[in-house]
């Protein structure tokens, strides 16, 4: 305020200047040059001005419009910053006295518009304007001009976030005539508060009187009126020593006299004296620092408050007394406060209700010091129902508190009129509860707590309630008996005894589609538990539902830091009974048993919660399910997205990464007779596995799926990754390819026919990785009776072939009966390639393959190895030279391009090869029939020689 002030005093000044010197050294343009430029030096921030007229015939009068500049810094998020915005400012002079010349200067403000914001989370004296230096000259200043100043509409606005203060039509006038006479100020305004929990809007006058001198500026005779609410104030501030005193006083002798009471208050016809002194004061390089008091001496109020929720009609009478001081932190002390409610009618939404005549009242006693509220009486009493506690309370961090709260043995009969969700049935029973509190209120694990004893005893009523958003619902009767004492001395328990039952059978509770409980379906709790050796043991703790019992069974030790060591049982769950309970498990039509038995272990941290405690879960959880169900039309949109659809959210883990989950230790079976999902049939399937340091494992079998089984050796996958590989090790036995492909991807379902039987190793990566096929793998051999592939007309390529060879021609005719055929095939697929390292396929007349080679994802191919003809129409040394021990023809192939549409090769280099083989055998033909005519000449003369031989011989032995 002191810079803006200080504006319009440069103002002033300059209008002089333009003045004494003459318009020919000060033409418009240049006063616009001149009021940014020395504004800006002065207030450390941009000033801008739309336009500067000047008119020098008397009156003298100067026009500066659309002048606007900020306070403070945008970049310092913590700082408090000012911006204003004036459309109009005028400036006028007349000549007030010859001698000594005196001039009266008139400054107009037109509906300007001032925001000043403050940060959410800095006090707002972090913010502190430079100090100016300047010489003390010990006299008086007096001003040769008097001022006159008019503001006229203006918009003021204290903003804090989402709370504010804002004056509209604002409208002040005030008077200098010089700086050791009194300045009288008067403004009007109407101002709005919406700073919780002060809301209201009423009118504004202030009168103050300002004497203003180089020392410092002091206040008199000054008054606010909020609405008849009138403050009266007076005080100083010195300019050199900083310090400054201000005292404030509110006296209004009857409520009844003010005219905008409802602005304040709530609405209805008010009586009664309210009186406060408030002095605030502050010396240089020191603190702020307050002290006051506050009276509100019998307040009688004829209450006419509605709301949507809530409402308060009838009479009410309360009185309020209380001293407080400010240095650094708030005390209080005497503080005395009574609230007689007895003949008011009461209402919140459909939580409580009191009609007029039912006694309600309660009254506070305390005081405070060295941050210390010592309560020597709070009671609170609702028709025969009486509470009170006593004690202090300690807010400093460290120091004990200590609290007795009682409720005496009350009877609850008759209370369900109070609360409309109770109203349906008389409330019986009895309620008490004794209890004391003792240490650091912010440390929770300090505070030694005693309960003795809690006893809700032959509780019963009927709830009829729900919830603002409808989401859940309760409606029935109930029955409770409970009784605990419970005593814990720091970390230690040093005893306790719980025995608690509820019968909640005729309770229909309703949450949505997660929980749907009818009445009379069963519902029972029941908990018994009982301190020993520093620990709690529960025992016979008992949840009954209609899918069957839960048991609960263990220990707690040192409650306020729990070492938790807990069985939960529940040995028969009949799913069907469990799906009744949740809806949204009723599409699957479960039936069957289910069991689980798991203990949870460890130290359960209240700061950190479940996410962060150091706790661990074993156990075992299994089903027996004869027959599983789901069928989703979500599930067939899902396969039918185009790949225009709108992105879809992140993938999750299917577990979190909390201590609990890499602690997991759980052991699993699964029996499931009939599994249909969606088209899919399957049955006989059984699983065995376990949950261990957040990865699930396990083996299983499945008796029957498209005709065949199926056999997992092992699987493996990590449930708390984000996109978590796949591992499983699978036979498969006879499988019908027709059908598997026909369910899987229907637009192949005639590529292949046959019984597959085979063993695989698969690395399957998450669906959502973009790498997906590149980094899925898998390997094994399959085999494949009875197979036919669709995408190879095997006759016509083979005829097609076999015409190009010579001395074979046109006289081909191959007829293998189809591609009915069986298989036999290793293979490796990984990078997104499917390496075929032996493909052999075997007809029924004996036509054979024996290949090699890949198959890529964009459905190319590229096999190499030799075709085995056992009826090839090809006689002779071709037939001869180029077929195996069997007699089949052998011939090279070569199949490429595409999976539905593949070529198959005989190159020239094969064709060379054929007819090699077939000169070779010639020409070993030929050999052999010249050695057998060479030998057959030397047997004759061996034998004619022989004969002569004989014959010689026969003439010499003389015969």
Known sequence: ????????????????????????????????????????????????????????????????????????????????????????????????????????????????????????????????????????????SVLPFAVNLLVQEAGIELVRGSDSIELTKFNLSSEVLSLVEPIKITAQSEINVNWPPLIFNVPMNLVTNLEVTEDNCKVSMSQLNLGGLVVTFQGSAGFKTEDQKWEF??????????PSISSFLPEGQWAGKLLSNVNIYRQKDQDWKANGDFKAQSILANLNYKKTDRSATGNFAADADLIFTYDKTVSFSNIRLAAQLSELNLAYSNLFAKPNGVPLSFAIEANEANQILDIKKADFVLARFSASVLGTINSVKG???????????????????????????????????????????QNPESLNLSINPLVLENVSGKVHWKSADQSLSIDGPVDVNAKAVIVAIGQNLASANIDAQADLTNLAIEAGQNFKKKSNQILKLK???????????????????????????????????????????????????????????????????????????GNYDFKKGIQESLLSLNGSAGADIPEFSYHSAAATQAANESETSPEKAPPQAILPDWPIVKSLGLAMD??????????????????????????????????????????????????????????????????????????????????????????????????????????????????????????????????????????????????????????????????????????????????????????????????????????????????????????????????????????????????????????????????????????????????????????????????
Do not use: C
């Not at 007795?404 to 049935?425: A, D, H, T, W, Y």
């Not at 010249?930 to 030397?938: D, F």
């Open 399 to 441: 120091q004990p508190s200590n609290l007795k709260i009682s409720v005496p043995r009350n009877s609850l009969s008759g209370f369900e009129k109070f609360f409309p969700s109770l109203s349906e049935m008389p409330l019986k029973g009895f309620l008490e509860l004794q209890a004391s509190v003792n240490g650091d209120l």
């Open 249 to 258: 006083h509110l006296d209004v002798p009857n409520l009844k006299s003010l």
């Open 670 to 959: 699964l029996k499931l007779g009939k599994l249909a999902f969606n088209d899919l049939n399957v049955s006989g399937i059984k699983w065995q596995g376990k949950i261990a340091q957040g990865i699930l494992t396990g083996n299983g079998q499945i008796q029957e799926i498209f005709g065949g089984k199926v056999d997992i050796a092992k699987s493996r996958i990590s449930l708390t990754d984000v996109a978590p590989s796949t591992e499983i090790s699978t036979q498969i036995q006879n499988l019908d390819l027709a059908k598997a492909l026909t369910w899987a991807t229907p637009q192949w379902k005639d590529l292949v026919r046959g019984l597959a039987t085979g063993t695989a190793e698969m690395n399957i990566a998450h669906p959502s990785r973009k790498d997906f096929v590149e980094k899925t793998s898998v390997k094994g051999n399959l085999k494949i009776a009875n197979g036919y592939l669709s995408t190879l007309p095997f006759d016509q390529f083979i005829n097609k072939k076999l015409a190009t060879i010579p001395m074979v021609g046109n006289k081909a005719s191959v007829n293998t009966k189809g591609t009915a055929m069986n298989m036999d095939s290793i293979f490796d697929f990984s990078v997104g390639q499917l390496k075929l390292k032996s493909l052999h396929l075997l007809t029924p007349e004996k036509n054979e393959l024996q290949a090699s080679g890949w198959v890529k994802t964009d459905k190319t191919m590229d096999l190499r190895g030799q075709v085995f003809l056992a009826d090839a129409p090809v006689q002779g040394s071709v037939r001869e030279a180029n077929s195996d021990s069997t007699g089949r023809l052998v011939l090279p192939v070569h199949f490429s391009g595409g999976v539905f549409s593949p070529e198959l090769g005989i190159t020239d280099e094969t064709i060379k090869q054929i007819m090699i083989k077939t000169a070779n055998l010639e020409a070993d033909k030929a050999k052999s029939r010249a050695k057998n005519e060479i030998q057959k000449q030397i047997d004759l003369q061996k034998n004619k020689l022989q004969d002569e031989a004989k014959q010689h011989l026969k003439g010499i032995l003389g015969q």
């Open 1 to 140: 305020m002191k810079k803006f002030i200080g504006m319009l005093i440069v103002l002033a000044v300059v209008f002089i200047a333009v003045v004494v010197v003459g318009a020919k050294f000060y033409a418009e343009p240049e006063l616009k040059n001149l009021i940014e430029s020395k504004g800006s030096e002065i207030l450390g921030s941009p000033v801008t001005v739309g336009s500067v007229k000047i008119e020098f015939w008397p009156p003298i009068y100067i026009s500066v419009q659309g002048l606007s500049f900020e306070l403070g810094s945008n970049q310092a998020k913590k700082a408090l910053t000012t911006s204003v915005l004036i459309p109009v400012l005028r400036i006028s002079s007349d000549l007030k006295s010859l001698i000594p010349l005196r001039l009266a200067v008139s400054v107009g403000v037109d509906k300007p518009h001032i925001r000043i914001n403050l940060p959410k989370d800095a006090a707002v004296d972090q913010v502190q304007p430079t100090p100016v230096k300047t010489e003390a000259s010990g006299k008086p």
């Open 527 to 601: 908990v018994k538990a009982k301190q020993k050796s520093n620990s709690i043991e529960i025992s016979q703790s008992v949840v009954t539902t209609p899918a069957g019992n839960i048991l609960l069974k263990g220990n707690v030790r040192e409650p306020q830091s729990p070492k938790v060591n807990i069985n939960v049982k529940a040995l028969q769950i009949d799913l069907r009974q469990l799906s009744i309970l949740g809806p949204i498990l009723a599409q699957w039509k479960l039936g069957g048993l289910a069991h689980l038995d798991f203990n949870l272990a």
